[in-house]
């Protein structure tokens, strides 16, 4: 074997490294095609789920905002519309109201303060010195004076502090205008936003429309804000929606803009976050995916070449046993040469022998004479002649023997009882049967007419039958019934067994050569082609009926002698419980 394996490695090691390449390239292109597929689709669905989760956080934290100014308007409206001048200019009640105002909303108001139409702040309450202050020039009482209640942007102002206004104009009972005035603590407004986080990078910030930080940011923001300036001059007007914009920043680092307007259009809410921050999860997939594909090529260069050494070496032990086989088979024919030559030397001695036997038989008769009965070494002779006889015949029946075991002898066709053949083949398989708690049980029709079959095709053909019936019954025993009767001019004999039954996709099957349901080492799946191809021969015909958990039946039809033609009579009843022949 080693000898044959190393004569050939060059071939062996070629054929080794194009399995290991087609294995390769079957198991892993599938792989990398199916790996990226599923990576970036998941990508994308990631990257839509984590702008619509950031969309949705932008949107839900704008309202919170513009509810906190919306009920700050509220509070001071309300406040306005039930006191009148008079008991506003009171600075004792003025401070009681901001008094009420902090306790009520969590210290949302710094000061309160009242203003007259020229700017001159007539009244106020707070920490500040700002009673008299004139803000006449102030760009909030511009705009207040003309409005109904009006929002400041962030501004320093008279107190040096970030700070903006809620301003609700109202008019005196002699028609007078005025204006209620309350500072909104700029450190409670400026948690609504800075309790925005996401990821390590994340920060939002409020803007005005000039570009202006209307919030302190909790980390340092790029200076550029060009991005924002385009979203409130373009999409301002659309109420809550959220635009998000994708473009890198004065560092080269790619991030994120979520953004949604404010105040009704005067203020925008801005979300900016790293993209490789905000999607770190398909960046760690990434990493994991090409982990476990490395170890997966890995595995499946491993196992192609654990397997193709295995199948090489099982292809160059076939091709050995190959080698070895075609020697047997040239040995074999030399073994044939030598059989005939064998029986043309048998057959050459057979006659010489037979003449020695019929001299030595001459001689025998010649010693009866009257002359040569008198000699002394007569019974001598006559033993010698006895041995010669005795001797010669017995060469002559190994000759025979030999001509018989050297030339082939086709099956001849007897005129035989079928029922003589069927008890010997049962009694014959008695003995597996009662060893696999099988009861084997033969049903004979008397005076059946007889066949011109070869009997030992016909036994082959029963025991197969019934030793198939054995292998579906040996693991919990059964009954097999071996019945034969008269159908028109042939004879049926039907072997009929209560086992598991054969599937009907198998039927149409079973008869084909090295068709087997049974496992490797059972069975080769000839036997009941060569028992279809013996019935074929002899003009009969086999047939199978089957049924899963009912049973199986063969019918064998065989025609019966021509000495014994009778007439066509109706098929015989099949008892009660058999399966029905097709």
């Given at each position: ?29 599938p792989l990398i095609v199916i790996a990226a597929a599923i990576l970036y689709y998941f990508e994308i669905s990631y990257r839509e789920i984590a702008l619509d989760h950031l969309k949705s956080m932008v949107r839900e934290h704008a309202r919170t905002v513009d509810a906190f100014l919306d009920e700050r308007v509220a509070n001071i409206r309300v406040l306005a519309e039930s006191h009148s001048f008079e008991e506003f200019s009171d600075e004792q009640f003025l401070t009681n109201k901001l008094t009420k105002l902090r306790d009520s909303y969590v210290k949302s108001f710094v000061d309160l303060g009242v203003v007259n139409a020229a700017g001159i702040q007539v009244a106020y309450a707070g920490p500040f010195k700002l009673r008299r202050a004139d803000y006449s020039d102030a760009e909030w009482f511009k705009q207040a004076i003309e409005r109904h209640y009006y929002i400041s942007d962030v501004f320093h102002g008279l107190r040096g502090l970030p700070h903006f206004i809620v301003a609700v104009r109202q008019v005196s009972s ?409």
């Amino acid at each position: 074997m080693n000898s044959s394996f190393h004569h050939d490695d060059g071939y062996y090691r070629y054929l080794t490294r194009n399995m290991i390449v087609s294995i390769l390239l079957v198991s892993v292109a599938p792989l990398i095609v199916i790996a990226a597929a599923i990576l970036y689709y998941f990508e994308i669905s990631y990257r839509e789920i984590a702008l619509d989760h950031l969309k949705s956080m932008v949107r839900e934290h704008a309202r919170t905002v513009d509810a906190f100014l919306d009920e700050r308007v509220a509070n001071i409206r309300v406040l306005a519309e039930s006191h009148s001048f008079e008991e506003f200019s009171d600075e004792q009640f003025l401070t009681n109201k901001l008094t009420k105002l902090r306790d009520s909303y969590v210290k949302s108001f710094v000061d309160l303060g009242v203003v007259n139409a020229a700017g001159i702040q007539v009244a106020y309450a707070g920490p500040f010195k700002l009673r008299r202050a004139d803000y006449s020039d102030a760009e909030w009482f511009k705009q207040a004076i003309e409005r109904h209640y009006y929002i400041s942007d962030v501004f320093h102002g008279l107190r040096g502090l970030p700070h903006f206004i809620v301003a609700v104009r109202q008019v005196s009972s002699d028609g007078e205008v005025w204006i209620l005035r309350a500072t909104v603590d700029f450190e409670r407004f400026n948690s609504l936003v800075q309790d925005i986080r996401m990821g390590k990078t994340g920060v939002a910030f409020i803007l005005n429309k000039k570009g202006e930080f209307q919030t302190t940011p909790r980390r340092a923001v790029v200076s550029s804000t060009h991005v924002y300036m385009d979203f409130l001059r373009s999409e301002w007007v659309v109420p809550d929606k959220v635009t998000v914009v994708e473009e890198p920043d004065t560092s080269g680092d790619v991030c994120l803009h979520v953004m949604t307007s404010l105040k009704g259009g005067d203020w925008i809410l801005a979300f900016r976050q790293n993209a490789k921050d905000a999607y770190a999860v398909i960046h760690s997939t990434r990493a994991l995916a090409a982990l476990i594909f490395v170890f997966g090529v890995m595995g499946i260069v491993l196992m192609a070449v654990v397997l193709s050494r295995k199948m090489v070496r099982r292809i160059s032990e076939a091709d050995l046993q190959k080698e070895m086989m075609n020697e047997q088979v040239i040995e074999a024919g030399k073994l044939a040469s030598v059989g005939e030559l064998a029986a043309g030397i048998a057959h050459e001695i057979n006659n010489p022998v037979a003449i020695m036997v019929e001299e030595a038989g001459w001689i025998e008769d010649l010693l009866e004479d009257e002359d040569l009965k008198q000699c002394k070494s007569l019974d001598e002779f006559k033993r010698a002649l006895t041995q010669i006889n005795t001797q010669g015949k017995r060469c002559k029946q190994i000759t025979q023997k030999l001509l018989s075991f050297a030339r082939k002898t086709e099956p001849v066709a007897q005129n035989i009882q079928l029922n003589d053949l069927v008890e010997e083949v049962v009694a014959l398989s008695q003995q597996r049967a009662r060893y696999s708690n099988v009861k084997l049980i033969s049903n004979l029709a008397p005076d059946l007419p007889t066949a011109d079959v070869s009997p030992s095709e016909i036994q082959q053909v029963m025991l197969n039958l019934i030793n198939n019936s054995l292998d579906a019954l040996e693991n919990g025993g059964g009954k097999i019934e071996v019945t034969t009767r008269l159908k028109g001019d042939r004879v049926v004999i039907d072997v009929e067994d209560d086992g598991p039954g054969i599937p009907k996709a198998n039927l149409a099957r079973i008869f084909d050569p090295f068709f087997t349901t049974k496992p490797v080492g059972k069975g080769t799946g000839l036997g009941l082609s060569i028992c279809y191809g013996i019935v074929k021969k002899m003009g009969g015909e086999i047939t199978v009926n089957s049924a899963v958990g009912v049973g199986t039946a063969f019918h064998v039809h065989i025609p019966i002698s021509p000495l014994h033609k009778v007439e066509k009579k109706p098929a015989a009843v099949v008892p009660s419980g058999k399966i029905a022949e097709a």
